[in-house]
């Protein structure tokens, strides 16, 4: 008697480091998620460096094991880049992945590199997928690095089965820069693990914790701190709300390496007055119903993990309009959208939206509309949509 039986869908997942951000989040619970009885999954990563926050405990947290990978570093170095192909290229071999899914740039590159050399000697060949949270084509790199990089995007593009956008406007982008055609594209937006955002209410947290006084209005930026976040300008329009009304206090939430220089421009600038630092927190919940408005400065951004929190904790944002943020906003939120370096027009949008009636809108409009679009449920069942199609539903083995 013949009988058939599924065999589980093997994903290797790969990610440049762990660090504080939207992508290690969305790797770490897809990791969780989808490793069930179709499927099985095996997460990757290189070392996070030690000037930047570490999210591994949220992998501890979701029982989920990491195979890190110390060669694969976020720079380009022959020597440590071969070193991390060969020792990926002997977990392939072991694995025996069906689909090999890869995030962020660094990644994209070593893992669709391994997997162009391990088919080459396979019949049955491993299907690959690259998700850009971002890209590093715009304000991360000189012009003749953005250059080979874009190079070396368009090439592999080539060899990937699926090229996965997370916002309308990032696919137009990424297209418009010759990365991939159309028929390789999909878009599907981020899926966070949003419900303590929703349903928490503890809006004391930083007043009590930082001894602020209860009548001021708190303003926050929750950012890995690095050069593309722009975070000066956070400082300077600081300067310009806080002149004008000293009911207010700010705080800067995060690390990184512009940590020191950021403080010493607070100090110049006479602003440690009202601006704290709370270094790296994980109790973001609880920090983002605090906060009366949550501002975001970056000159490049993909589909901000903390804007999307803060909407659905039912938070203002005032942002720049750059990269994938704008899909993030209704119509009327847009208005709260201005040029990167305005520091005078972000400070002026901040104020208004800050009034009640503006502010309660904003709410009504973004909250739960964020939640239902963004929550992790969805994610995972596009990305399962997206994983059968690519195995042809399943692989069915006979005895």
Do not use: C
Request: glycine residues 6%; without cysteine.
């Amino acid at each position: 008697m013949t009988k058939s039986y599924t065999k589980k869908i093997k994903i290797l997942r790969i990610i440049a480091r762990l660090n504080v951000g939207g992508p290690a989040i969305h790797t770490i619970l897809l990791s969780e998620k989808i490793n069930n009885d179709k499927y099985s999954t095996k997460l990757v990563a290189g070392p996070v460096p030690s000037n930047e926050g570490d999210m591994s405990y949220l992998a501890d947290e979701k029982d989920v094991t990491v195979s890190y990978l110390n060669n694969l570093q976020r720079e380009l170095s022959p020597k440590d880049d071969l070193k991390a192909l060969s020792e990926l290229l002997s977990i392939i071999k072991k694995f025996q992945p069906d689909i090999i899914h890869t995030h962020t740039a660094k990644a994209g590159f070593i893992g669709r590199g391994a997997a162009i050399l391990y088919n080459s000697f396979r019949k049955n060949k491993i299907k690959t997928i690259h998700t850009f949270h971002g890209h590093v084509f715009h304000g991360y790199f000189s012009p003749l690095k953005t250059k080979l990089f874009l190079n070396i995007e368009r090439t592999l593009a080539k060899y990937t089965d699926t090229i996965i956008t997370i916002t309308d406007r990032q696919q137009e982008e990424i297209l418009k820069l010759g990365i991939g055609q159309k028929k390789q594209h999909r878009m599907i937006p981020l899926g966070l693990d949003l419900e303590r955002f929703y349903i928490n209410n503890n809006t004391s947290f930083l007043h009590t914790q930082y001894s602020i006084p209860p009548e001021k209005k708190l303003i926050g930026i929750v950012a890995r701190f690095t050069q593309i976040k722009n975070l000066k300008m956070f400082i300077r329009v600081a300067n310009i709300m806080y002149q004008k009304d000293q009911n207010l206090h700010f705080f800067m939430i995060g690390d990184g390496e512009d940590r020191e220089m950021l403080e010493a421009y607070t100090n110049e600038t006479k602003a440690s007055l009202y601006i704290t630092f709370t270094g790296f927190l994980k109790n973001l919940p609880d920090i983002y119903s605090s906060l009366d408005l949550v501002l975001l400065t970056s000159n490049n951004e993909g589909s901000p993990v903390s804007i999307i929190e803060a909407m659905t904790s039912g938070t203002s944002v005032v942002s720049t309009s750059v990269g994938g943020v704008p899909d993030l906003f209704t119509n009327y939120g847009k208005n709260y959208l201005v040029n990167p370096n305005d520091d005078v027009a972000m400070a002026n949008a901040a104020s208004q939206i800050l009034l009640p009636h503006n502010n309660q809108l904003f709410i009504e409009e973004h909250q739960s509309a964020t939640y239902s679009k963004y929550n992790f449920n969805r994610l995972v069942d596009d990305l399962m949509n997206t994983y059968n199609e690519l195995t042809h539903e399943s692989i069915y083995i006979t005895a």
